[in-house]
């Protein structure tokens, strides 16, 4: 709208006639700048939608400013008017003074929980659902907020809006001055950008968009803290910004989650008249000057709402400040340098937290929904996941940060192992294995517990330290690996089978000791456990020892009765010890009618049942002379001899 400028301290007059919006007389301060000289005419571009306004209000308001005082004139239809103004003069030297003509459209404050409708009427939203602020059947628009909570559950902010539009990309301005249109991120080169219709553009101070709505232009303004919509000719429409108090209607969240309410304790460092203070200074200099343009009544009680339940930090305060400010520069031109720098970090905070005050610094804290998960058992993250032989611990970045603890000086036990920060969602990450890091192993009964811990880092040779120590102990449990049970057991005490190789007729036995001794005689009611050592005995009766010799030849396993059959593992292989097996061990063989040998027990794998026939294959050898330690043997005699064992569970 238009200013005139001038400088004089006495009374000066100008008409102006409603009906032919024309001025007669502009009175110019010479000291002014030059392009401030400004007069209304009958070919401004603003006559029609002055006349427009004007029919359908009945009535137009003019307002005089300066920083001496402030009038208001209001007209009805169809009338001339004369004004007069005079400046108070304090001996004090006179700066430009501005006239405005206070034709305005529908303002709509959204700050905090607070929103401020068109006709001024506050309502707080008290969840941290998605709201209806404005709606436009007919043009297809939607104007959504959603709110979320900072440091108390029970209080929420709006933190960001969405340009909802039925045919199109959806616009989102978010927190750090962001903008995405249909999911992909804008990139400002400081210019007016153009979607979907709407005109975005941003500075310092947040993100403006423009839209024309069936004749009338709407303008929005977001700066992550509070959202102001400005409609030049009023249009029907309808949610929170027509009528604050239908927030059940406009509440547009399908998660019923959302609506949870939450109370927190009081703030017992909050003072109510402090508070009513802080809040009055709306009627104070120099916001006193755009009281009879912008009511302050509003914002006060929205600041007051707020301040008595929520502390003063993080720049709440002068946000109230800031929106009423906001709210007479887009009504009046009114400019105050009441700027507040926003926090340099919203853009940089993942979902779970917000941009706020950490011991004197701004940065990311921790929202407190998200956050009492963790502080109402006394933990900064999450607990130990166990897998394996590995182990990982998870922390919470901003919970460190508001416990003063810098991540950057944690590590394991191993001051070599230390945590992986993601870049996104702030988490710190410590993982190790019960080999690695300083990972202390113990046995507890029958569970293997392998133990480390987050530490902070040693000070010792620092000067000073402000950091508080650390000592977060973590551990997992698993039971301590057992040797198998399965009760094997031989069917009979030993086996015997009667041979004949060639002239020879004998009798052949195998039995199983489980001592080397050869004394504990293992039988059906014996259990042999996995990886048991036994003794396995082949005797042979009717056989001179001076002349025959008997030799085991080969020693093998199968999981069924067939000696022929598949899987197959050998024992004794050409007279001696499977050497691929350890536990093998081949005594007396070839020296006499009788030999022995022992292995540990095994299970074939994945075999039901777990039946393991043992098989051993034997020859008659004849000795080359009398003395029997000094034998040879000089030829086998006739067939192998086969004889079989079975263990069973």
Same mark, same amino acid.
């Given at each position: 709208?238009?200013?005139?400028?001038?400088?004089?301290?006495?009374?000066?007059?100008?008409?102006?006639?409603?009906?032919?919006?024309?001025?007669?007389?502009?009175?110019?301060?010479?000291?002014?700048?030059?392009?401030?000289?400004?007069?209304?005419?009958?070919?401004?571009?603003?006559?029609?939608?002055?006349?427009?306004?004007?029919?359908?209000?009945?009535?137009?308001?003019?307002?005089?400013?300066?920083?001496?005082?402030?009038?208001?004139?209001?007209?009805?239809?169809?009338?001339?008017?004369?004004?007069?103004?005079?400046?108070?003069?304090?001996?004090?030297?006179?700066?430009?003074?501005?006239?405005?003509?206070?034709?305005?459209?529908?303002?709509?404050?959204?700050?905090?929980?607070?929103?401020?409708?068109?006709?001024?009427?506050?309502?707080?939203?008290?969840?941290?659902?998605?709201?209806?602020?404005?709606?436009?059947?007919?043009?297809?628009?939607?104007?959504?907020?959603?709110?979320?909570?900072?440091?108390?559950?029970?209080?929420?902010?709006?933190?960001?809006?969405?340009?909802?539009?039925?045919?199109?990309?959806?616009?989102?301005?978010?927190?750090?001055?962001?903008?995405?249109?249909?999911?992909?991120?804008?990139?400002?080169?400081?210019?007016?950008?153009?979607?979907?219709?709407?005109?975005?553009?941003?500075?310092?101070?947040?993100?403006?968009?423009?839209?024309?709505?069936?004749?009338?232009?709407?303008?929005?303004?977001?700066?992550?803290?509070?959202?102001?919509?400005?409609? +030049?000719?009023?249009? !029907?429409? &309808?949610?929170?910004? %027509?009528?604050?108090?239908?927030?059940? #209607? @406009?509440?547009? /969240? *399908?998660?019923?989650?959302?609506?949870?309410?939450?109370?927190?304790?009081? +703030?017992?460092?909050? !003072?109510? &008249?402090?508070?009513? %203070?802080?809040?009055?200074?709306?009627? #104070? @200099?120099?916001? /006193? *000057?755009?009281?009879?343009?912008?009511?302050?009544?509003?914002?006060?009680?929205?600041?007051?709402?707020?301040?008595?339940?929520?502390? %003063?930090?993080?720049?709440?305060?002068?946000?109230?400040?800031?929106?009423?400010?906001?709210?007479?520069?887009?009504?009046?031109?009114?400019?105050?340098?009441?700027?507040?720098?926003?926090?340099?970090?919203?853009?940089?905070?993942?979902?779970?937290?917000?941009?706020?005050?950490?011991?004197?610094?701004?940065?990311?804290?921790?929202?407190?929904?998200?956050?009492?998960?963790?502080?109402?058992?006394?933990?900064?993250?999450?607990?130990?996941?166990?897998?394996?032989?590995?182990?990982?611990?998870?922390?919470?970045?901003?919970?460190?940060?508001?416990?003063?603890?810098?991540?950057?000086?944690?590590?394991?036990?191993?001051?070599?192992?230390?945590?992986?920060?993601?870049?996104?969602?702030?988490?710190?990450?410590?993982?190790?294995?019960?080999?690695?890091?300083?990972?202390?192993?113990?046995?507890?009964?029958?569970?293997?517990?392998?133990?480390?811990?987050?530490?902070?880092?040693?000070?010792?040779?620092?000067?000073?330290?402000?950091?508080?120590?650390?000592?977060?102990?973590?551990?997992?449990?698993?039971?301590?690996?057992?040797?198998?049970?399965?009760?094997?057991?031989?069917?009979?005490?030993?086996?015997?089978?009667?041979?004949?190789?060639?002239?020879?007729?004998?009798?052949?036995?195998?039995?199983?000791?489980?001592?080397?001794?050869?004394?504990?005689?293992?039988?059906?009611?014996?259990?042999?456990?996995?990886?048991?050592?036994?003794?396995?005995?082949?005797?042979?009766?009717?056989?001179?020892?001076?002349?025959?010799?008997?030799?085991?030849?080969?020693?093998?396993?199968?999981?069924?009765?067939?000696?022929?059959?598949?899987?197959?593992?050998?024992?004794?292989?050409?007279?001696?010890?499977?050497?691929?097996?350890?536990?093998?061990?081949?005594?007396?063989?070839?020296?006499?009618?009788?030999?022995?040998?022992?292995?540990?027990?095994?299970?074939?794998?994945?075999?039901?049942?777990?039946?393991?026939?043992?098989?051993?294959?034997?020859?008659?050898?004849?000795?080359?002379?009398?003395?029997?330690?000094?034998?040879?043997?000089?030829?086998?005699?006739?067939?192998?001899?086969?004889?079989?064992?079975?263990?069973?569970?």
């Amino acid at each position: 709208f238009n200013r005139f400028f001038f400088f004089n301290s006495q009374i000066e007059q100008f008409d102006l006639n409603i009906t032919q919006f024309s001025v007669k007389t502009c009175f110019v301060n010479p000291k002014c700048q030059s392009n401030d000289r400004r007069c209304l005419n009958n070919e401004h571009s603003d006559r029609t939608k002055f006349q427009t306004y004007f029919e359908r209000n009945h009535r137009l308001k003019f307002y005089f400013s300066s920083s001496f005082s402030l009038q208001e004139t209001e007209l009805g239809p169809s009338k001339t008017a004369n004004i007069f103004y005079q400046p108070r003069y304090f001996g004090l030297k006179l700066s430009c003074v501005s006239i405005f003509a206070g034709v305005h459209g529908d303002l709509c404050t959204v700050t905090g929980p607070s929103v401020i409708d068109i006709s001024g009427i506050v309502n707080s939203v008290s969840d941290r659902c998605e709201y209806t602020l404005l709606q436009d059947q007919s043009a297809g628009f939607t104007l959504k907020a959603n709110f979320l909570e900072r440091r108390r559950r029970d209080v929420s902010f709006v933190d960001s809006l969405t340009l909802d539009f039925s045919q199109g990309a959806d616009i989102q301005l978010l927190q750090g001055h962001r903008v995405m249109v249909g999911g992909s991120p804008v990139t400002f080169s400081g210019s007016v950008q153009t979607f979907n219709g709407v005109g975005l553009s941003k500075d310092q101070t947040g993100v403006t968009a423009n839209i024309s709505l069936n004749g009338s232009s709407v303008s929005l303004f977001f700066d992550g803290t509070t959202a102001q919509i400005y409609i +030049d000719v009023p249009v !029907n429409f &309808t949610g929170l910004c %027509a009528d604050s108090s239908s927030s059940s #209607s @406009s509440r547009l /969240s *399908s998660d019923s989650s959302c609506q949870e309410q939450y109370v927190d304790p009081a +703030d017992d460092t909050i !003072n109510p &008249t402090t508070v009513i %203070a802080q809040c009055n200074i709306l009627k #104070s @200099s120099p916001f /006193s *000057s755009c009281n009879a343009v912008v009511d302050p009544e509003s914002y006060i009680i929205a600041c007051r709402i707020t301040l008595n339940k929520y502390p %003063a930090v993080d720049g709440l305060r002068c946000q109230f400040l800031k929106a009423y400010a906001k709210a007479c520069q887009k009504v009046t031109h009114l400019f105050f340098s009441a700027d507040h720098p926003e926090p340099i970090c919203q853009d940089k905070c993942s979902d779970h937290e917000f941009c706020g005050d950490i011991h004197g610094n701004t940065d990311c804290r921790c929202r407190a929904i998200y956050a009492s998960q963790y502080t109402e058992q006394n933990r900064l993250g999450g607990p130990t996941v166990c897998k394996d032989n590995t182990a990982s611990l998870t922390l919470v970045g901003c919970l460190l940060k508001e416990n003063g603890i810098d991540y950057n000086h944690l590590h394991l036990n191993d001051k070599t192992c230390t945590g992986v920060m993601d870049p996104k969602s702030h988490m710190l990450k410590f993982s190790f294995s019960s080999d690695s890091c300083g990972t202390e192993v113990m046995t507890n009964n029958s569970q293997v517990v392998f133990t480390n811990a987050v530490v902070t880092r040693n000070s010792s040779l620092d000067l000073i330290t402000r950091q508080d120590k650390v000592y977060i102990e973590f551990s997992c449990s698993h039971p301590a690996p057992e040797l198998q049970n399965v009760a094997f057991n031989i069917l009979d005490n030993s086996v015997k089978v009667v041979l004949q190789s060639g002239e020879w007729h004998y009798n052949l036995t195998m039995k199983a000791y489980s001592d080397a001794a050869q004394t504990q005689l293992l039988g059906p009611k014996s259990d042999v456990r996995l990886n048991q050592k036994i003794w396995i005995v082949l005797e042979t009766e009717g056989l001179d020892e001076e002349v025959v010799s008997v030799v085991t030849d080969s020693c093998w396993a199968t999981s069924d009765d067939s000696p022929t059959s598949v899987p197959k593992y050998d024992l004794i292989t050409d007279g001696c010890a499977n050497t691929a097996d350890g536990t093998v061990q081949v005594m007396g063989n070839g020296q006499g009618t009788s030999n022995s040998f022992s292995f540990n027990m095994f299970e074939f794998s994945g075999k039901e049942p777990s039946e393991v026939y043992l098989h051993c294959q034997l020859q008659l050898c004849v000795c080359s002379g009398p003395a029997r330690r000094r034998r040879s043997l000089r030829y086998r005699r006739g067939a192998p001899a086969l004889i079989s064992m079975v263990w069973t569970p």
